[in-house]
């Protein structure tokens, strides 16, 4: 259409004052009365929230049917400009009507009428008008139906017809109930486990071995668990496995002190042919320390032996001479994250393959192996890629750290939000209070893995925000965030699995919302996206507030049969990606060429979206596809797939083979990444070939520094680094290095 949004508003305003106008002018005592008996007897939630929605046509894929029943004001259904046209919304079950609210934009009905279906075939009458006036509409209504439709026979414009929301009520007052959250005693659910300075220290020592000995090698169980310490001061050994996170529930870290460790080993996977070396950390994965102070006794070392979605994040360790980033000997590890953290100490990575510090403080660092990357690090060794392998950019443009739970001196629950930081150097933290807002804990919607999707997506559209605690969730529909500035918080690595084929999560094209802590697991059913961030078209700037994602964890395949399109699909603007590990399973239950299959691991559409620590691998087609102008990436590790079966299966076309791991599209003029590596092993057929690592178009706004291609152990071949550039990595040259592109 071509009504500016600001005459659209003005037109609405207008519109809803007239109405309110004459409600005030012409509604007597007795019909007040009779109006107040019917709301009484009419419920106030809304049936129609997130439910399934078609219509006749759209004026086009920014206005779809979806977007009049999505609770989110700001978006809306059009429909072509034509008469006659019809909405209908599925309501899932045969329910008693009394009331729809309709909420016109400009474009509105001046002729139309709502019918009810208990089949969408045969359909009754229960309102209908040929004088409407737009704007904000309540109308009462008598009937029953599971299908409910809007059909307009004239328009009041020379346009389509156009609601930014439809709202059903029911007599019986049917729809979600959502409980109120006590900020002082939320319940957190069983497996959250949370101690104070009066706990006895021997129960809590207890407590957190029975928990490691359970998760020691428990790498596709569907145990979850978060331990949690109030401000204070503690003794313990924290031995941290699968599916665990240990937090501090301090605004800084330093209000919780931890005398003793918080470590990982790498001590139960075989490393190569012998069955007695079980220091490969390369299957460390999915667990997380974060708002803690360390102390370790005098003398000794931290051990933090991980890999791929194991953060260590806004943390301090005093005290310990070093931290050591693998076994400490001959053991292989395979990539991390400290972020927003301090070491008083000296950092070694030893046999760590790639690492990502940004925003943090060390004493010192020592090694390198083949992508070390330090972003807004003090304490990070110099510049100096690729002998040593250490790319150093001294300041990160523009962060939101991740929000965190805390537990504040009145005792009550909050989440704080920390502000974005540009430009920034170190931790948030260390040189006094971090800025940001609290938010109670009674803002917030605590579901469990009981919480059906219907009550987690009413809860969102009544303005909550949501906290998931741990456990395994099974989704019948999308969870749908449509509200601006919605925190959306996982404890001890929550796990959403799409169990029919759809988005586990989707969120609206708005201003600052934070999705973190969770793991998406692919369901059985192929879902077309896993994550989707905005509708597709997405055109809003989001540049003062942007949307992040925080420590979000994608897996096709491994625990289950998996399979998904695509993982994370960006379309809106401005996104800031804050540690992320799409994974497609190369090892496990349901993995396979034609099993667990996955095209994409993350699509980007949006403009001037950032990255910082992402991980994608094994995917089948382009692993990461960038599509939008300003993208930024700061540090990327990737692997191939490993199990393609032929090089007729795999071939992106053109003369190409195989398919780029990093791919820019060609329409793109501006783009720029640091420290980027990608590796292959091809080990069902190691004569496989890759053309190149990154692709990209040759054009002085696209840039890349600091590249690496690896055949890992020569099982397979690179042809290039990037386009046809950088050399070839196979069993003759297992490493090819190159600095800048162009």
């Not at 401000?231 to 330093?254: I, K």
């Not at 395949?557 to 399979?563: E, F, N, P, S």
């Amino acid at each position: 259409m071509k009504v500016s949004s600001r005459g659209r508003a003005r037109s609405l305003i207008s519109s809803c004052a007239a109405a309110l106008a004459l409600v005030a002018a012409g509604l007597g005592a007795g019909d007040a009365v009779a109006q107040s008996d019917r709301a009484a007897a009419c419920g106030t939630a809304n049936a129609a929230l997130n439910r399934p929605a078609t219509a006749s046509s759209t004026e086009n894929a920014g206005v779809p049917a979806s977007a009049a029943v999505d609770g989110n004001p700001g978006t809306r259904w059009g429909s072509a400009f034509s008469d006659p046209q019809w909405l209908q919304i599925d309501l899932g079950s045969t329910v008693s009507v009394c009331q729809v609210a309709l909420t016109w934009e400009a474009a509105y009905g001046k002729a139309f009428r709502i019918e009810l279906s208990d089949n969408a075939t045969a359909w009754t009458e229960v309102y209908s008008t040929t004088t409407g006036t737009g704007g904000a509409q309540t109308l009462d209504v008598t009937g029953s139906g599971r299908y409910l439709r809007i059909t307009g026979t004239q328009r009041g414009t020379g346009y389509g017809y156009s609601l930014w929301e439809v709202a059903v009520r029911t007599s019986d007052g049917s729809g979600p109930v959502i409980p109120p959250t006590d900020p002082r005693n939320p319940d957190l659910g069983p497996n959250v486990f949370v101690y104070g300075p009066g706990s006895s220290q021997t129960d809590m020592q207890n407590k957190l071995n029975q928990i490691a000995a359970e998760m020691h090698t428990n790498q596709f169980g569907t145990q979850r668990y978060a331990v949690l310490f109030k401000p204070g001061s503690y003794t313990a050994d924290v031995n941290l496995g699968f599916y665990t996170q240990v937090a501090g529930l301090g605004l800084s870290p330093d209000d919780v002190n931890l005398n003793g460790h918080v470590r990982v080993e790498a001590d139960w996977l075989q490393q190569g042919d012998n069955p007695n070396n079980k220091g490969n950390a390369t299957q460390n994965f999915w667990r997380s320390a974060e708002n803690l102070a360390v102390t370790t006794p005098p003398g000794q070392i931290e051990r933090w032996a991980v890999s791929q979605a194991a953060p260590y994040r806004r943390m301090h360790l005093k005290g310990a001479p070093e931290v050591q980033l693998w076994n400490g000997g001959d053991g292989w590890a395979s990539g991390g994250l400290f972020a927003d953290t301090k070491i008083d100490g000296r950092v070694v990575s030893g046999s760590q393959q790639q690492w990502f510090s940004r925003n943090s403080e060390f004493g010192s660092w020592a090694g390198s192996v083949w992508n070390m990357v330090f972003l807004g690090t003090n304490g990070a060794p110099p510049q100096h890629f690729p002998d040593p392998s250490h790319t150093t950019i001294g300041q990160t443009p523009k962060v939101r750290e991740k929000p965190f739970l805390y537990f504040d001196a009145a005792g009550n629950y909050n989440v704080f939000v920390p502000a974005l930081r540009t430009n920034s150097a170190g931790t948030s933290w260390s040189q006094g209070p971090a800025a940001g807002t609290s938010i109670s804990l009674a803002d917030f919607y605590v579901a469990k893995p009981s919480s059906s999707v219907d009550t987690i997506n009413a809860a969102l559209a009544q303005g909550k925000h949501l906290l998931f605690t741990p456990g395994v969730y099974h989704l019948s529909d999308a969870i749908r965030v449509t509200r601006a500035n919605t925190v959306v918080l996982g404890l001890g690595l929550a796990t959403l699995i799409p169990d029919t084929g759809k988005a586990a999560i989707s969120v609206a094209d708005v201003d600052g919302v934070k999705l973190a802590g969770v793991l998406v697991d692919a369901g059985p059913i192929n879902s077309p996206s896993l994550i989707e961030i905005g509708a597709a078209g997405s055109t809003a700037s989001h540049a003062a507030n942007p949307t992040s994602l925080h420590d979000v964890f994608v897996r096709v395949g491994g625990a289950h049969i998996g399979k998904a399109s695509v993982s994370l699909r960006v379309n809106s603007n401005d996104v800031i990606g804050d540690h992320l590990w799409l994974w497609r399973g190369d090892h496990g239950d349901g993995v396979g060429w034609n099993v667990n299959t996955a095209a994409n691991g993350l699509v980007v559409n949006g403009n001037n979206v950032t990255m910082y620590g992402l991980f994608v691998e094994h995917y089948q087609e382009y692993e990461t596809l960038w599509n939008g102008n300003g993208g930024r990436t700061y540090f990327y590790q990737n692997e191939f797939p490993y199990d393609v079966p032929d090089q007729a299966s795999w071939s992106s076309g053109g003369g190409s083979q195989g398919w780029a791991a990093y791919k820019v599209a060609n329409t793109v003029t501006t783009h720029e990444a640091w420290g980027v590596g990608s590796y292959c092993f091809f080990s069902p057929n190691n004569s496989i070939v890759a053309s190149r690592s990154f692709e990209a178009p040759n054009t002085p706004g696209v840039r890349f520094h600091d590249l690496v291609s690896v055949s890992l152990g020569g099982v397979g071949t690179i042809s290039n680094v990037i386009n046809n550039t950088g050399g070839t990595a196979n069993a003759a040259t297992q490493q090819r290095y190159l600095v800048n592109y162009p």
